[in-house]
Antibody, heavy 120, light 110 residues
Framework: QVQLQESGPGLVKSSETLSLTCTVS????????WSWIRQPPGKGLEWISY???????NYNPSLRSRVGISLDTSKNQFSLNLSSVTAADTAVYYC??????????????WGQGILVTVSS | QSVLTQPPSASGTPGQRVTISCSAS????????VNWYQQLPGTAPKLLIF???NRPLGVPDRFSGSKSGTSASLAISGLQSEDEGDYYC???????????FGGGTKLTVL
C-alpha cells in the first residue's frame, strides 16, 4: 500500500518561502505523476502543481510565478516551494499520487495533510 | 474561466438515495471524464469515483457516478451516517494541462 507523508514547518512568516516535502513509502516514485493540492480552512481543494518522475513539471497558472516543485528519486521524495507567502496561503497542504488515466487523471493516494499557517 | 459548479449542500435520511451534481462551465470542453472525492471530517480526501463511473477497489457499490455532456452526478444509495462529509468533483482542463476541482458539496445525514 502506497503511503505519503508531508513534512515541513507549520508556521511561515509573511513574505517568506513555504517549503514542504512529501515522502513516498510502499512504492516507487517512478512511473507516476506527483501533485501538491491545498485546502484553505473551511474551503475547497486547489491543485498547485505536479511533477512527473522524469522531471516534467506543471503549475496552476494562478500560482505559477511563485511555485517550484522538485523530485529526489533516491529518497523517494518530492518537494514544494511557494515564495512570497501571504495569509491567503494559509491552508492544509496535501501531497498526492496522480494516475495518468484516460482523459482525466485522478489522485488515488493522498497524504494526511499538513496545516501551514502564514503569520504576519 | 473554467468552473465546476456543485451545490453547496445536500442532505438525506438513512437509507435514502441522494445525488450530487457537478456542472462544467461552457469554457470547459465536456469530453473529459469526471472524478469524485469524498472527504470525511478531519481527514484527507479519498478517491470515490474515477473516469466518471468507475469505483476503485474497496468503494462500496452504493456509490455510483454518471456523466452526460458537461454535467456529472454522484449518486449515493442506502445513505449511511458515516457518509456525512464533503464531496468534490474534479476534471482535467486541457488548456491548463491540470485538474480543476468543484467547490464541494457538504452532505448531511439527517
Amino acid at each position: 500500500q502506497v503511503q505519503l507523508q508531508e513534512s515541513g514547518p507549520g508556521l511561515v512568516k509573511s513574505s517568506e518561502t513555504l517549503s514542504l516535502t512529501c515522502t513516498v513509502s510502499g512504492g516507487s516514485i517512478s512511473g507516476y505523476y506527483w501533485s501538491w493540492i491545498r485546502q484553505p480552512p473551511g474551503k475547497g481543494l486547489e491543485w498547485i502543481s505536479y511533477i512527473y518522475y522524469n522531471g516534467y513539471t506543471n503549475y496552476n497558472p494562478s500560482l505559477r510565478s511563485r511555485v517550484g516543485i522538485s523530485l529526489d528519486t533516491s529518497k523517494n521524495q518530492f518537494s514544494l516551494n511557494l515564495s512570497s507567502v501571504t495569509a491567503a496561503d494559509t491552508a492544509v497542504y496535501y501531497c498526492a499520487r496522480q494516475v495518468d488515466y484516460s482523459n482525466s487523471p485522478y489522485f488515488d493516494f493522498w497524504g494526511q495533510g499538513i496545516l501551514v499557517t502564514v503569520s504576519s | 474561466q473554467s468552473v465546476l459548479t456543485q451545490p453547496p449542500s445536500a442532505s438525506g435520511t438513512p437509507g435514502q438515495r441522494v445525488t450530487i451534481s457537478c456542472s462544467a462551465s461552457s469554457s470547459i470542453v465536456g469530453t473529459n471524464a469526471v472524478n469524485w472525492y469524498q472527504q470525511l471530517p478531519g481527514t484527507a480526501p479519498k478517491l470515490l469515483i474515477f473516469n466518471s463511473n468507475n469505483r476503485p477497489l474497496g468503494v462500496p457499490d452504493r456509490f455510483s457516478g454518471s456523466k452526460s455532456g458537461t454535467s456529472a452526478s454522484l449518486a449515493i444509495s442506502g445513505l449511511q451516517s458515516e457518509d456525512e462529509g464533503d464531496y468534490y468533483c474534479a476534471t482535467w482542463i486541457d488548456s491548463v494541462n491540470g485538474p480543476l476541482f468543484g467547490g464541494g458539496t457538504k452532505l448531511t445525514v439527517l
